[in-house]
């Protein structure tokens, strides 16, 4: 059976439940005909595997992948022990194995009419595309900013109420909107059927307004099923749970009872007025008590079904001044193309560089703005493997992002081409063998080659080479010889960019040897395909 790629997520019934839909009525029809014909004749296996091939001839616009059919195994298993368990529930498995598929899963068989979706603002797009993927349903996102975020909901609510179409069931929201009260206020007063909460080691620090803001919000919504997603070890640490706990057992946990769920599950101490942690005790009766109602899966425990390598592609978005910077020289590359400069000349080259450093990273050219990417890298790096291989183009942002992760106490270390030879072995060995050590970044066209770097299964390639050999040769670094796990690449691009326009080619040439064509023809079509959407995007 086809397997995609993850792309790789109360039990009192809710009243707003959709009604029956004609969807529903011809399934029923569809089942009656299937009884009527298993009584008249004996349908073959092969007449069986064709039916469920020809269901993918009925997938909505944008579906790629069947909810009934596409889920591995032991997706399915999770699946149907969050419904079995018909409360709120934690999934912990660990970043890479599908947890999202999982919960779009649930969502729709559970069917409710509003379900919302709270994850950081970098994953709201990778989000919405994997919504559509799985159901072909293209979901409510919020608005950036704060003064009309919550403004799509009420729009398709509106049309909804004015057309009878059914607006999506999903609404995808970043936590930080939970620092606003007039934004609580408002979302409060939906009721909610299902709240998924995605990365909610976010809200572990019960002292901060955003996480202050969700537990007022869901002391509201009792009667909304919650779930709670994250694939950072916080089940290390009961300080850490303690605040998900709060949320999916807010009955048994509170802020009065913090201080006796510490005492009985670590050795603790107050430091500055807040406790710390210092170990664990009781660990199999604080597992035992948090399994009943969650469930946790390491990547080495699914490898048989899990192919060697897999690819999670992460949609990004710009803010506000990173884009309108991008869009200045995406406007210039059109007005240099208009007038007949080439592709060749220094300048235009210098420009489509300057164009990818924008879209990476606006401090490689000494514009102070957020970065869209980076910001996601770093989230990655704080909640995401105990080892990651970061791959970049530009040695220049690999030392941009090198100065953060210093500055952050992240053990790690780089391998430019700034950097000697015998260095550069020495670092590779630090970064095999020393458990310390998290994150080794590198350049594709130096790290890429000649190293083994299998203490990680997880790499991202923040921006790719124009060749595919060249970005499969650095992958490979990890995809080798005493590799114990399935290689997770993360390709984060952000949305309508070059990113896009190289990755859809690269993609196109996968399966031609390079000898067929060169860089610089990969160049010219990315070059094409972002004029046109460089006319767009600068004149929208």
Request: with cysteine.
């Amino acid at each position: 059976m086809y397997r995609p790629y993850f792309n790789f997520g109360s039990s009192t019934e809710c009243s707003t439940c959709n009604p029956k839909t004609i969807e529903d009525f011809c399934q029923e029809e569809v089942e009656d005909l299937q009884e009527n014909d298993e009584e008249e004749t004996n349908v073959t296996e092969e007449v069986s595997l064709a039916t469920l091939e020809s269901i993918r001839t009925f997938l909505k616009k944008g579906q790629e992948f069947d909810l009934d059919t596409d889920l591995y195994d032991y997706q399915q298993e999770d699946v149907d022990a969050v419904l079995e368990a018909d409360r709120n529930f934690l999934i912990l498995s660990e970043m890479g194995t599908g947890k999202t598929p999982e919960i779009i899963k649930i969502a729709e068989e559970l069917d409710y009419e509003n379900v919302l979706i709270l994850c950081p603002k970098t994953l709201r797009k990778e989000w919405e595309r994997q919504i559509i993927q799985w159901t072909g349903d293209p979901p409510l996102i919020c608005n950036r900013g704060s003064t009309k975020r919550l403004y799509p909901f009420f729009e398709a609510l509106g049309k909804e109420l004015k057309t009878g179409k059914p607006k999506s069931r999903y609404f995808i929201l970043n936590y930080d909107t939970f620092r606003a009260k007039k934004h609580t206020d408002i979302l409060q007063d939906i009721p909610w059927g299902l709240i998924v909460m995605d990365e909610a080691h976010h809200i572990r620090n019960a002292e901060t307004k955003t996480t202050r803001g969700i537990l007022d919000f869901l002391q509201t919504q009792r009667r909304a099923r919650i779930i709670c997603l994250t694939g950072s070890p916080v089940v290390n640490s009961p300080l850490d749970i303690y605040t998900l706990l709060m949320v999916i057992r807010p009955e048994a946990h509170t802020m009065k009872t913090r201080y006796e769920f510490l005492d009985r599950y670590s050795y603790w101490a107050p430091r500055m007025g807040k406790p710390k942690v210092f170990g664990i005790k009781n660990r199999v009766e604080f597992q035992e008590y948090i399994g009943d109602f969650s469930i946790r899966r390491l990547k080495k425990d699914i490898l048989s079904s899990l192919p060697d390598k897999y690819r999670r592609e992460v949609t990004l978005e710009m803010g506000e001044k990173q884009l309108k910077h991008y869009k200045t020289l995406a406007t210039e590359l059109v007005i240099r193309m208009d007038g007949g400069e080439t592709i060749s000349s220094p300048g235009m080259l210098s420009l489509i560089t300057r164009l990818r450093q924008m879209n990476l990273d606006p401090a490689i050219l000494g514009i102070n703005c957020d970065s869209s990417k980076t910001d996601f890298l770093i989230e990655l790096v704080l909640d995401g493997p105990s080892k990651l291989v970061v791959f970049s183009t530009f040695a220049t942002y690999i030392d941009l992002v090198s100065r953060q992760l210093t500055g952050m106490d992240v053990n790690h270390v780089t391998v430019t081409g700034r950097v000697d030879v015998d260095e550069r072995l020495k670092r590779v060995k630090t970064f095999q063998e020393d458990p310390h050590c998290q994150v080794i970044l590198g350049t594709i066209k130096t790290m890429g080659e000649g190293i083994t770097l299998t203490a990680a299964s997880d790499v991202v390639l923040m921006d790719r080479w124009w060749t595919p050999s060249s970005n499969n040769q650095a992958i490979d670094r990890l995809h080798r010889p005493g590799q114990k796990n399935a290689v997770q690449i993360i390709n984060p691009s952000n949305e309508g960019s070059i990113d896009q326009s190289l990755d859809n080619i690269l993609k196109e040439k996968s399966g031609i040897t390079d000898a067929l064509f060169s860089e610089n023809s990969i160049v010219a079509e990315v070059v094409d395909d972002l004029r046109r959407q460089a006319s767009m995007m600068a004149f929208r």
